[in-house]
Nanobody
C-alpha cells in the first residue's frame, strides 16, 4: 500500500503563489506518472498537470504558463508551483501517483484564491 501526504494549500489573493507538495511512502514499487488534479464545487475532477517517470510534463490549457510540476525522485515527491493564481483556480487539489499497476490518491488540499 502507498500513502500520499499532501501539503501547501491555503488562502491566497489573486495574483499570488502557492506550492503544493505530495510525498509517497509505504510499499512503493516503481513510480511512474505523478500528477495533480483538482475539483471545484459542483464540477468534475480535472487534470491539472502530470509528470512522467522520464520527466515529460503535460498541463491543462487553463494553467499553462502559470503552473509548474516537478518531482524529486529520491524523495518520491511531486510538487506543483502555482503562480499568478486566479479565483477560478479555487478547488481541492489532489495528487495521484501510479506505482506498479495501481493508482493512489492523496486526501486533497484546499486552495482558495480570493479576488
Amino acid at each position: 500500500q502507498v500513502q500520499l501526504v499532501e501539503s501547501g494549500g491555503g488562502l491566497v489573493q489573486s495574483g499570488g503563489s502557492l506550492r503544493l507538495s505530495c510525498r509517497a511512502s509505504g510499499s512503493i514499487f516503481t513510480i511512474y506518472d505523478m500528477g495533480w488534479y483538482r475539483q471545484a464545487p459542483g464540477k468534475q475532477r480535472e487534470l491539472v498537470a502530470v509528470i512522467t517517470r522520464g520527466a515529460s510534463t503535460n498541463y491543462a490549457d487553463s494553467v499553462k504558463g502559470r503552473f509548474t510540476i516537478s518531482r524529486d525522485y529520491a524523495k518520491n515527491t511531486v510538487y506543483l508551483q502555482m503562480n499568478s493564481l486566479k479565483p477560478e483556480d479555487t478547488a481541492v487539489y489532489y495528487c495521484k501517483v501510479r506505482s506498479g499497476a495501481s493508482d493512489y490518491w492523496g486526501q486533497g488540499t484546499q486552495v482558495t484564491v480570493s479576488s
